[in-house]
């Protein structure tokens, strides 16, 4: 079984019905929206810092998705007029966008997903990996963050004490970062399996 990051606070707050739109795949389908196309064009910009180009894509892509509101598409060219006016004054150095984790959480579930960004870091923290477009203000007490923190450690091969994780805005105000103690990280990846393996129960259930 594979569950992904963002599908852990499903699990904490409506296992069964997690477990019920499993069976019924079909009832999952979330069309994309504005924010995710103004998040494609973000990683479009990381590919060469080229902010025209970048305006082009998310322009492509919401005519693409029949996104056709006015003021939506505009209040999407400024969301992403702010994030890489923040970024061209900002000097992060990032290191790769879309990482795919893959975690074995045991022997017939893994934890899969996608982190935003990966940043270098600062301090003693070699690398911080953002989720982008997080409004969330509870966030870091999120059961996901602190194996989070493991997943992206265990993809890039480094200690999780050598990874931090943080969200952002789309519009690339509101970075915050935190990193989580080998004990948090442990306590959550115990509970994050102890719900796994009651979603995989019932879901073998007849």
Partial sequence: MRITHGDIEELVTDLRGWVERKRNPESQFIRT????????????????????????????VMNRLNLKNGQRRADAEQTLSGYTDWWGGSRVVTVQTRLRISLELDDEVTLGGEVSRIDLGVDTVEYRGILLGIQDSTWARQLRMPVLQLAIASRLE???????????????????????????????LEEVRSLARQARRLLEKP
């Fill in 158 to 188: 480094r200690d999780p004490t050598q990874v931090a994780v943080g969200v952002q805005e789309l519009d690339g105000t509101g970075l915050q970062v935190t990193q989580y103690s080998p004990k948090a990280v442990q306590e959550a």
């Fill in 33 to 60: 929206g504005y924010r995710g196309a103004i998040k494609l064009a973000i990683y479009n910009y990381h590919k060469d810092e080229n902010l025209e180009r970048s305006q082009q894509y998310l322009d492509e």
